[in-house]
């Protein structure tokens, strides 16, 4: 038990740490290359910090633990939505300027595609390659159409060369996985001290695990001023859980997604990605309450995923 504690600490520090860097590495190659904020946020922020993800899943799927993996992609974008937004919103209210409203139009209609392949109970080799191509069209489409959203784009960063941004954004992206890893790594042996099942240890303690390099980043963004980063670093995360990682644990592993998520999991997911849309096109901030009011909802769903 002591081990697993020192694993969770240690890899808690990293992503603390690796956040930070990144988000300044991603801002600093945003301003190099003339990228909008809010897709470094989508593009790069949300691919980088979702390798956690990306290795939890598919190592739990060629391991035959189907739960935890689809589990793994499901409680991260429900921790994204609800913890992420929440606490950073806790800690600094996020501007919301037409920020992301596409984007979470995307993540919508991916959560919905996951939903049917789960309740059409079929795997295919296939349906992850369709997947994998959602991805690629998305970044694809987003790259090319980088003013879709207004942004935070007007304030300037400090200047400085494209080779030591690149160093950043390298040294905080190793810290974000090494970080995960080891932080996944204790909180699995723990959960399983206490005898927790392998659906409920995907959905929660692996998902708030794997999203942590994703709440140390939003964070980040927000004090540095940079909702638009903040906002996209969420939204992008969601999408690439569903399609990218969704899409390579389809392909490698192409099992029927565990039908039991049909019964809240998914239900709850595609209520988040509703609610995620209506704050991005009416609101002007998520603001400390509305922070409360996600951080509630996100305990809820904890609640009863232990129930």
């Known amino acids: 038990m002591i081990e697993a504690i020192l694993y969770s600490a240690v890899g808690l520090v990293g992503l603390a740490f690796g956040g930070e ?24 922020v949300g691919f980088a910090t979702s390798m956690p993800e990306m290795v939890a899943s598919i190592q739990a799927a060629l391991a035959g633990s189907p739960g935890i993996a689809w589990g793994n992609v499901v409680g ?16 600094m209210p996020i501007a919301l300027i037409g920020t992301g409203r596409r984007d979470a139009v995307v993540a919508l209609i991916a959560t919905l595609i996951i939903w049917l392949v789960t309740w059409l109970q079929t795997g295919s080799i296939w349906i992850g390659i369709v997947l994998l191509a959602g991805i690629a069209a998305y970044i694809y489409w987003r790259y090319n159409h980088p003013h879709s959203d207004a942004g935070d784009d007007d304030e300037p960063e400090p200047t400085t060369t494209l080779t030591w941004a690149i160093m950043l954004f390298l040294g905080g992206l190793g810290l974000l996985v090494v970080g995960g890893s ?49 906002i996209g670093n969420v939204v992008g995360s969601n999408i690439y859980n569903i399609l990218l990682i969704g899409g390579a644990t389809m392909s490698i592993a192409p099992f029927a997604i565990p039908a039991d998520l049909l019964t809240y999991e998914l239900v709850v997911l595609a209520g988040s990605a509703v609610l995620f849309l209506l704050i991005v096109s009416y ?15 996100y305990a809820g769903t904890i609640v009863i995923a232990f129930a």
Not at 76 to 91: H, P, Q, R, W
Not at 187 to 212: K, N, P
Request: glycine share 10%; no cysteine.
């Open 283 to 297: 609101a002007k901030q998520i603001g400390r309450a509305l922070g409360a009011f996600l951080l509630a909802l």
């Open 76 to 91: 991260s974008n429900l921790a994204n939505t609800l913890l992420i937004l929440g606490a950073t919103a806790m800690i």
């Open 182 to 230: 080891m932080l996944v790594s204790g909180a699995i042996d723990l959960a399983r001290i206490f005898e927790v099942s392998e659906t409920a240890i995907g959905l929660t303690v692996v998902a708030i695990g794997t999203s942590l390099p994703e709440l140390a980043a939003s964070v980040a963004a927000a004090l540095r001023g940079k909702p638009g980063l903040a």
């Open 21 to 44: 860097l990144l988000v300044r590495g991603a801002v600093s190659i945003a301003q190099r290359l003339g990228i909008s904020n809010l897709v470094t946020g989508l593009v790069i």
